[in-house]
């Protein structure tokens, strides 16, 4: 069925680092794959997303990578902050619909 | 800006209580969505909207049900509370005739003791 598995669920960084969540769908249909942030005790809300048709988007220190013969995407984060503390949710939409990861809780020590 | 927004940010309910949750979003939004979020096991769908008092299920409706009555309302319902439907309870909206660029609510962390 459709699926998104997304990897690690926990990730740890120095400020300054880089950090890459990484996550895998299995419905090739999938055309859309946005990321969402979740800071602790507020709502997520997206802060990149890709189509199917690009293979990276970028927006600043965050970047969105895309693999669809793997059935891939990755985010990644530059020079990491504290403030990039949070819950990241990625999703992939077969036929319409928004499937989500299983989020991962980044952490970043100052 | 989209604004959804939801009735209570904390909720305590008894087993066996019929619980409401409320939702209401100010942009024309067609599609509606209540997610629950438990550690570990991401956001999941319990039912979505995409028209007035039109509802399909989403991955775990069990003990669920909804009403949108108007376009800017989605109500989640529990009709007898238990104590594993304590959770955060998010409310979405979305524009169009896809589930794309979901605007979700603050959440509603219920407890049922």
């Known amino acids: 069925g459709e699926n998104v598995e997304q990897h690690p669920s926990t990730l740890s960084v120095q400020e300054g680092d880089s950090a890459v969540i990484k996550c895998t769908y299995s419905d090739s249909a999938s055309n859309y794959f946005p990321w969402y942030k979740q800071e602790l005790g507020k709502r997520p809300q997206l802060i990149i997303d890709?189509?199917?048709?690009?293979g990276e988007k970028k927006d600043q220190r965050i970047a969105v990578t895309l693999n669809k013969t793997a059935k891939h995407f990755s985010l990644h984060i530059t020079e990491t902050q504290p403030e990039d503390s949070a819950v990241y949710f990625c999703?992939?939409?077969?036929?319409?619909?928004?499937?989500f990861g299983q989020g991962t809780e980044l952490s970043v020590k100052p | 800006d989209v604004k959804v927004t939801q009735s209570s940010r904390y909720l305590v309910k008894r087993t066996g209580e019929k619980v409401f949750l409320e939702c209401v979003q100010d942009m024309d939004h067609e599609n509606m969505f209540w997610y629950r979020q438990d550690p570990g096991l991401g956001l999941r769908l319990i039912y979505f909207?995409?028209?007035?008092?039109?509802?399909e299920k989403g991955d775990i409706p069990e003990g669920y049900s909804v009403s949108r009555e108007k376009k800017e309302r989605f109500s989640l319902i529990l009709e007898s509370a238990s104590t594993n439907q304590t959770s955060m309870y998010l409310c979405a909206s979305s524009p169009g005739q896809t589930q794309e660029t979901q605007y979700f609510g603050p959440g509603t962390r219920l407890l049922v003791l």
């Open positions: 890709i189509r199917s048709n690009v």
């Open positions: 999703a992939a939409t077969p036929r319409g619909k928004l499937i």
């Open positions: 909207s995409y028209d007035v008092k039109m509802k």
